[in-house]
């Protein structure tokens, strides 16, 4: 029995010779839970703390989920609140007075620097940004995309892509760039100018593939090209085709909670995906507007200001 955080690193002649289970990671709220049910009563009592009353503000739980054990389980939740508690029980052998309730404003000082950083929503006042949603080992995140374009330097105009896309995610890219010069002219009768463009993704040394930001891109570049900004608490995750049509992908729950974290109140979803929705916890449901789109004019409809 092997296990692995990422399926996509295990090589296709090992990976042929394995049956594989596909176990959900954690959500925040179970994590809390898990935190305050099982993890944070075993380590009172393995830092010699039971009795003393010792506990943690529900705020700092959080905080140490969402900024220092951003993972898919909680091997290391276990191992921050450890270390959190340890500096109680160092308070208490000093005689050094402490309080029993341990809060977030304290987490900088005990576990120092944040490995990762809080996620919100992106409130940009030019065209050409979008929120995109992806999956990584610590489960959903949202992932922000920037076009911009400028006059040619050569004969003919260049679309450059950066960010350390990989094939599957560059080749995504020129479809959706294609898609969206041909919505342009059909659907909205712009003439897309003829000038050199270019698209990042943040987290550039982070590398990226998989399906799954098409729509996103084909709306950067719709974005961009005519002008309107998209609005920003829109998140959005779905493939394009050539004919513009919103391709099912995977971890939509992950992927929609992730939106619901760093505050966004609108979701598209490809309408393919809608079978997956009742994997996300009921109370995310209710507080987000969840859309399913069939095509990327269901998206532009409403994305752009």
């Not at 830092?47 to 909680?74: K, P």
């Not at 971890?251 to 996300?280: Q, T």
């Amino acid at each position: 029995i092997c296990t692995s955080n990422d399926e996509e690193n295990i090589l296709p002649t090992l990976h042929d010779r394995l049956e594989m289970i596909d176990f959900s990671g954690y959500i925040e709220d179970e994590k809390v839970q898990i935190a305050k049910r099982h993890l944070i009563p075993k380590q009172i009592v393995e830092n010699g703390l039971d009795g003393r009353g010792i506990d943690f503000d529900d705020g700092a739980i959080r905080m140490i989920i969402r900024l220092y054990a951003h993972e898919a389980g909680v091997r290391n939740l276990e191992r921050d609140l450890a270390t959190a508690l340890r500096s109680r029980a160092i308070a208490l052998a000093s005689c050094r007075p402490f309080a029993n309730i341990i809060v977030k404003e304290e987490l900088l000082e005990i576990l120092g620097v944040p490995r990762y950083e809080e996620i919100k929503t992106v409130d940009a006042d030019v065209p050409g940004v979008v929120t995109g949603l992806a999956v990584n080992f610590g489960g959903g995140t949202t992932m922000v995309l920037e076009a911009v374009q400028m006059k040619k330097v050569q004969e003919n105009a260049t679309l450059k892509i950066t960010g350390r896309l990989a094939e599957v995610m560059t080749e995504s890219a020129m479809v959706a760039y294609t898609c969206a010069k041909n919505y342009l002219k059909e659907k909205m009768n712009i003439e897309v100018p003829d000038m050199d463009r270019h698209i990042h993704f943040e987290r550039g040394k982070v590398p990226k593939d998989g399906p799954s930001a098409g729509c996103a891109m084909t709306l950067a570049f719709i974005s961009l090209i005519s002008g309107r900004k998209v609005r920003g608490d829109l998140a959005l995750t779905g493939e394009i085709d050539l004919l513009g049509r919103s391709m099912p992908v995977g971890g939509i729950k992950y992927k929609v909670l992730a939106a619901h974290r760093a505050g966004y109140k609108h979701v598209f979803i490809p309408a393919r995906n809608k079978k997956d929705l009742p994997e996300i916890p009921e109370e995310v449901r209710n507080d987000l507007n969840i859309m399913l789109a069939e095509k990327i004019g269901d998206i532009v409809d409403f994305a752009l200001i």
